[in-house]
């Protein structure tokens, strides 16, 4: 059974800070997802990551992947209210197969 | 391309009765996949189909879940006498299956079960 751990669980901060969240596991990924879900609502992709040490930017989002492909890291610049969400990875640990963490519960106070 | 869609949204039901739930996944997608989701954890693998057939079930999924996709389009997923610890967020995903890794997986906004 794969191990996929996401810290902080839970994280409130203020409009315009910045903040990292974390992905690790005890195995290599094969690809690692990140999604954003929000209340009553299923799991948005952001990004997939598949290169050792890439490093992929969505706007104020940035995604890093490990050099040795075991973690992953979510850094938001200048966070604002529409960032709220739970912040979910997954990690693909057989050909097109997904297992998730439990998240990083973001709230972001105006 | 209207998305994956699920249906009931909410489904609120007496424990023992049976409830079934409906995906319509994007309409060239050959992959469909159900997860449960609970307050406060990542989605859970439930089952997961390649066109018509169901190629992997989770040791988790007792007898009393059952699911189809009978042409490879739409799938349906049912309880069998409902427990309260069914009550959950049940989540379908579909995707089109590449040579490469890094699918991307597009999901419904779930149907929301309640047992009493």
């Known amino acids: 059974t794969q191990l996929l751990e996401q810290s902080p669980q839970f994280l409130s901060i203020q409009e315009g800070e910045n903040l990292t969240v974390y992905c690790n596991s005890s195995?290599?990924?094969?690809?690692l997802q990140w999604y954003r879900q929000e209340p009553g609502e299923g799991p948005v992709l952001l990004v997939t990551?598949?290169?050792?040490?890439e490093v992929k930017k969505l706007k104020r989002l940035t995604f890093q992947f490990g050099d040795a492909r075991k973690d992953s890291s979510l850094h938001i610049t200048a966070a604002q209210p529409g960032d709220t969400g739970l912040y979910l990875c997954?990690?693909?640990?057989?050909?097109?197969?997904?297992?998730f963490g439990s998240g990083t519960k973001l709230n972001v106070k105006p | 391309d209207t998305g994956v869609s699920q249906n009931p949204r909410h489904k609120i039901t007496k424990r023992g009765q049976n409830v079934t739930f409906r995906c319509d996944p994007i309409?060239?997608?050959?992959?469909l996949y159900w997860y449960r989701q609970t307050l406060g954890q990542g989605p859970e693998f439930l089952t997961y189909?390649?066109?018509?057939?169901?190629?992997?079930k989770s040791r988790l999924l007792s007898d009393r879940f059952s699911a189809e996709r009978p042409k490879g389009s739409f799938s349906t997923l049912e309880i069998q006498r409902t427990e309260q610890g069914d009550s959950a967020m049940y989540l379908c995903?579909?995707?089109?299956?590449?040579?490469?890794?890094?699918?991307?997986?597009?999901f419904g906004s779930g149907t929301q079960l309640s047992v009493l």
């Open positions: 995903a579909s995707s089109l299956i590449g040579a490469q890794y890094g699918e991307k997986l597009f």
């Open positions: 195995s290599v990924f094969s690809s």
């Open positions: 990551v598949v290169t050792g040490g």
């Open positions: 997954a990690e693909e640990y057989n050909f097109n197969k997904f297992y």
């Open positions: 309409s060239e997608h050959n992959r």
């Open positions: 189909f390649q066109n018509e057939a169901q190629l992997e």
